[in-house]
């Protein structure tokens, strides 16, 4: 039932380098209307993910400009962070909800808090609470990438993934190997499988196992190293000991592959190393390494550099997989939508935003409110820095 009370949600477009996705997608204007959400929409926020203007306006939102957007609106729905310029039009008591990354930059959150916004990142959603699952777009979207990561890796290798069986000789099908089978890992193995390749997988937690058989790949068991699950569904980090162990086993596997994937990111931190120097040159002329985890922080393999392509001279290709859900942007928008749909259904209340820390969901996503970071882990970051309080002020 609708409620006298009506907040408006605005969907920006996208200014970040690459990026085609969208917050929302018209399906779900229907499904926040009736909660007291009315919808604002930028004139050309859709066009990356080929969704137009006039769908927008079809299903009931208001195709404005982006000074009315951060004029008039409640809440800012984005997929990534705004860039500066747009921080500059924020004003109190406005909200911002997207992937903020605010571990990996605190100080974005801080300087927010400081302008009297509201931060939400869906980042920090907690992921094995059933209840979240709609709204967690890590999983959607790394889902998406995981899917690409094997399309990027199959138009870079200069043969065919599966065994064909033709008049003019018989080709062998390619060997894959996914290094950390978490959703990205598992979507990677699933692709790979289907184009007909002979997959393994490995990762540090031992109940990956199951999942990895289960999708007709083998799962590689290092006798180097032990059990690394963490809390949460999340591997735990190896010791200094336990990765050079890990590494060295594993080069013997990869100089055995056509194809590795590597999807093991830490949010916020350097990933691990998993493919070495030596790993690359083990590999045979034409391999082809797509590191998932390459970004600002390092990367999985040596050599990876976020968005370039490069061939070592041994002849590996290396991709530095950046931002691979922005390169599917329809399937990615529409994952998105239901995610952010989700989650801003839950924190409506009346019309408006009901921020209630105390609730496990909000502990998690709700980053600055009221002046202040409120979120412990970001808190904690900025005050180890030493750089602006969790007020937003200097320290």
Not at 187 to 207: K, W
């Amino acid at each position: 039932m609708e409620t006298g009370r009506r907040m408006k949600a605005a969907v920006v477009k996208e200014t970040s380098p690459g990026e085609r996705r969208v917050a929302l997608v018209p399906d779900a204007i229907a499904r926040l209307q009736p909660a007291g959400i009315d919808v604002l929409v930028e004139s050309g926020a859709g066009d990356g993910a080929w969704l137009t203007d006039a769908s927008y306006a079809d299903a009931g939102a208001s195709i404005v400009s982006a000074a009315e957007i951060y004029r008039t609106a409640d809440v800012i729905l984005t997929v990534t962070r705004p860039q500066p310029d747009a921080v500059n039009e924020l004003r109190p008591g406005q909200a911002v909800i997207g992937m903020l990354a605010p571990l990996a930059d605190p100080e974005f959150a801080a300087a927010l808090a400081a302008r009297g916004v509201t931060v939400i990142s869906l980042d920090g959603l907690p992921r094995t609470l059933s209840r979240a699952q709609p709204m967690d777009a890590l999983t959607s979207q790394s889902n998406v990438a995981g899917y690409k990561a094997v399309l990027v890796a199959a138009g870079e290798f200069g043969r065919f993934f599966p065994l064909l069986i033709t008049a003019a000789g018989t080709a062998r099908p390619a060997k894959v190997l996914v290094l950390g089978t978490g959703v990205a890992g598992l979507q990677a193995i699933g692709t790979a499988r289907r184009l007909g390749a002979v997959v393994s997988g490995y990762d540090v937690r031992p109940s990956s196992k199951d999942e990895v058989t289960s999708l007709g790949a083998t799962f590689i068991e290092l006798t180097s190293v032990g059990s690394a699950a963490g809390e949460g569904g999340y591997a735990r980090e190896l010791t200094a000991d336990e990765r050079q162990a890990q590494q060295e086993e594993l080069t013997g596997h990869i100089a055995r592959q056509d194809v590795v994937i590597t999807t093991a990111q830490v949010p916020g931190r350097k990933p691990p190393l998993l493919v070495t120097e030596d790993a690359v040159k083990a590999m045979a002329p034409g391999s082809v390494i797509v590191d998932m985890a390459a970004s600002a922080f390092g990367g999985n393999v040596t050599g990876s550099v976020p968005g370039e392509t490069s061939v070592t001279g041994n002849g590996v290709t290396i991709v530095g997989a950046e931002n691979l859900a922005a390169t599917v942007p329809t399937a990615a928008s529409n994952a998105y939508s239901r995610n952010i749909s989700a989650l801003l259904l839950h924190l409506t209340s009346d019309g408006a935003l009901a921020i209630d820390t105390s609730d496990q969901i909000q502990a998690g996503v709700v980053i600055a409110h009221d002046g202040r970071v409120v979120h412990q882990g970001v808190a904690g970051l900025l005050q180890r820095e030493g750089g602006a309080g969790v007020d937003g002020t200097a320290d």
